[in-house]
């Protein structure tokens, strides 16, 4: 639903003509070569809640996150933490728990006096993050008053005192937060009061002293939604979208962000930015479709990595358009280089209150350049932030924002998807194929459907994405929750187990596994295993398409001197019974259009339909 209903008429006018005028190079939704859903899998590969759990019975899950560690999957949850042995769990074998703690809120009633429903009193454990090789941290949002707490892996028994979860922990399980451990400290990103307007990027814990951003300063965070934080070289980074101060035009506009801040930041002098970053530095994300004009997918929803593409180590984001435009999603890859070649970018600022955001002219920014970590490069001469130059302190603190935007990898989407149900979740697997180099990657949506998609080949140059597959993975009756009714079908969490080739499916109410591939039902001819282009699959003479990892697959790898017999019955044509060695799907990599693809039906249209834009008019 619109938020601004009355918005959309001139909205609508405004994006069509663009549209149009991008229309010609516009992408095309690619189809699925194969679409399934769960029918044949298990019953066992669900997890909803303990069996005795009369909350979880009628609630479902309220699946929080995953962590993998090691071999050991762990998923939170409300009032739970579940603990899951990957090794011991193998394909077809039930998905239950090997070991779980409960955190219940001891707060209940107290939350119900701050005017929540009772409903919503219970502990969200939102935080998941190992603390070091034994211990994990774990926060809850306990009846809106957040905590933490410290527990053994393997065990999964609670180990010293409680922490305040404030600034580590949103009050609200609705409010985003991420959370990651860099040399010994926690860096925190989410919303630290019951209010949830005071955002922050909060260091805490560790040897160094407790930082934080500047507070109700929407310079520095906007109404931020965290998806992602991430330890790289001198530095941590956080992925959020926010509401942009640099674009006004149309209101409320959000924009994709990198942030950063130095692992070595000490904070400011008592004359500017005690206890507060020194370092905190932004960027735009722009993911879209370059044409006459630029076409942009500006609301990050989900973001996975690094993971090797082409060779370099990139990120892989999930990207819609604002919420109150015309429906699309697409997925953009952003090369770590590029992300830290962008800190290096001019400053932005508005120069006057109704002026435009533009550059600083580098003889008005101070030296040495802000935001640098001190004791390194131009800061070298500087052994803490604190001793920082009074300039350069009140500099960075009232510019946060750099000019340029981090440019997608091959400078555009890698998937463009306007005509179905919008991307929320993704997982990428860096690693497939015989030779373990191929990217694959695993897209959520909010209606349940899985997709499987070989991004376009990089070096081919105007290649397109392929999805290989499309899979329901909702099922109502296995994964049902009273409170989640309305966004049950939504895919809020996705992990890879690549060793035991699954993927695992968070909904709200449940989380279900689901192989990489199922090579069987590309067909038993051939023709059609090779067509599938599934870089998990192979040829083999008699065993027909099987999973190249698995123990049918070493042997297509070896037939390769060996005459292949095609087998069964195959309807396809003369050339599915050429026999030739054990191939696999990852052969035909491009290689041009397979045999046997789908050719897409002529009346395949960009943009919805003027049905679906005529929803929004009224
Ligand atoms: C992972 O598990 C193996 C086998 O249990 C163990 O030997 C190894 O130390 C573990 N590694 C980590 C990082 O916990
Ligand atoms: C985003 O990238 C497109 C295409 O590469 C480019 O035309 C556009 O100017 C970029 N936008 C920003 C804000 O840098
Ligand atoms: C993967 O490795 C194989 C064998 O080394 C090579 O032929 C192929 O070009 C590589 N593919 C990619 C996408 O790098």
Not at 302 to 311: D, I, K, T
Not at 327 to 333: E, L, Q
Not at 532 to 555: K, L, M, N, T
């Amino acid at each position: 639903m619109p938020r601004a209903p009355h918005f959309m008429p001139l909205l609508l006018l405004l994006l069509l003509p663009s549209l149009h005028h991008t229309q010609a190079a516009f992408p095309k939704d690619p189809h699925p070569l194969l679409v399934s859903d769960l029918q044949g899998t298990s019953p066992l590969s669900w997890f909803r809640g303990l069996e005795d759990d009369a909350v979880a019975a009628e609630l479902g899950l309220d699946f929080q996150r995953f962590l993998t560690l090691n071999r050991t999957l762990l998923v939170a949850a409300r009032d739970h933490v579940f603990s899951f042995d990957l090794q011991a769990q193998g394909e077809g074998e039930g998905l239950v728990p090997t070991k779980y703690l409960t955190w219940r809120s001891q707060a209940v009633e107290n939350c119900a006096v701050r005017g929540k429903l009772t409903d919503e009193c219970y502990n969200y454990i939102r935080v998941l993050v190992p603390w070091d090789s034994q211990t994990l941290l774990a926060c809850g949002t306990n009846s809106f008053s957040p905590v933490c707490r410290s527990y053994g892996i393997t065990s999964l028994q609670q180990e010293g005192e409680e922490l305040s979860g404030q600034a580590r922990c949103p009050f609200d399980a609705t409010q985003s937060n991420v959370a990651v451990f860099a040399e010994g400290s926690l860096y925190s990103a989410t919303a630290a009061d019951f209010q949830a307007s005071d955002a922050v990027v909060y260091r805490s814990l560790g040897p160094q002293p407790p930082l934080r951003s500047a507070k109700y300063d929407s310079k520095w965070l906007r109404e931020p939604h965290f998806v992602h934080a991430l330890e790289h070289g001198d530095h941590v980074y956080f992925f959020f979208r926010e509401v942009s101060v640099e674009d006004a035009r149309l209101g409320r506009v959000q924009f994709s962000r990198v942030a950063r801040v130095c692992k070595r930041d000490m904070g400011g002098s008592p004359r500017a930015l005690d206890r507060h970053w020194t370092s905190f530095l932004k960027l735009r994300l722009n993911c879209s479709v370059p044409g006459d004009s630029t076409f942009y997918f500006d609301v990050l929803q989900a973001l996975a990595g690094p993971v090797h593409l082409h060779g370099r180590s990139a990120l892989f984001g999930v990207f819609t358009t604002q919420t109150n435009s015309i429906p699309g999603s697409a997925v953009c890859a952003f090369y770590l280089d590029d992300i830290e070649r962008g800190f290096e970018g001019k400053f932005k600022e508005q120069r006057s209150l109704d002026g435009a955001w533009t550059p600083v002219s580098e003889d008005r920014v101070p030296s040495p350049r802000p935001g640098t970590c001190a004791g390194v490069g131009g800061a070298a001469s500087f052994s803490s932030s604190r001793d920082l130059p009074d300039d350069v302190l009140t500099f960075i603190k009232a510019h946060p924002l750099l000019d340029p935007a981090v440019p997608p990898a091959t400078h555009q989407p890698l998937l463009t998807l306007t005509s179905r149900a919008l991307l929320t979740q993704v997982a990428v697997d860096g690693m497939a194929g015989p030779h373990s180099n191929t990217t694959v990657m695993f897209l959520g949506s909010n209606d349940g459907t899985v997709l499987k998609v070989l991004p376009p080949d990089g070096r081919s140059g105007g290649a397109e994405p392929i999805i290989l597959e499309e899979i329901d993975a909702y099922s109502p009756f296995r994964c049902s929750g009273k409170r989640a009714a309305q966004m049950a079908r939504r895919i809020i969490g996705l992990e890879l187990d690549t060793e035991g080739h699954r993927l695992f499916v968070a909904f709200s109410g449940c989380i279900v596994y689901l192989p990489l591939s199922r090579c069987g039902r590309h067909g038993a001819c051939r023709r059609s295993c090779l067509a599938s282009r599934d870089p998990y699959c192979g040829w083999h003479s008699s065993r027909g398409c099987v999973d190249i990892r698995g123990p049918g697959g070493a042997d297509a790898d070896r037939a390769g001197n060996q005459e292949a017999v095609e087998h069964g019955d195959c309807q396809d044509g003369a050339t599915g019974s050429q026999s030739g060695p054990g191939d696999s799907a990852y052969v035909l990599l491009g290689a041009g259009p397979p045999l046997g693809t789908p050719s897409p039906p002529s009346d395949a249209h960009p943009w919805p339909q003027p049905s679906t834009l005529g929803a929004y008019t009224q």
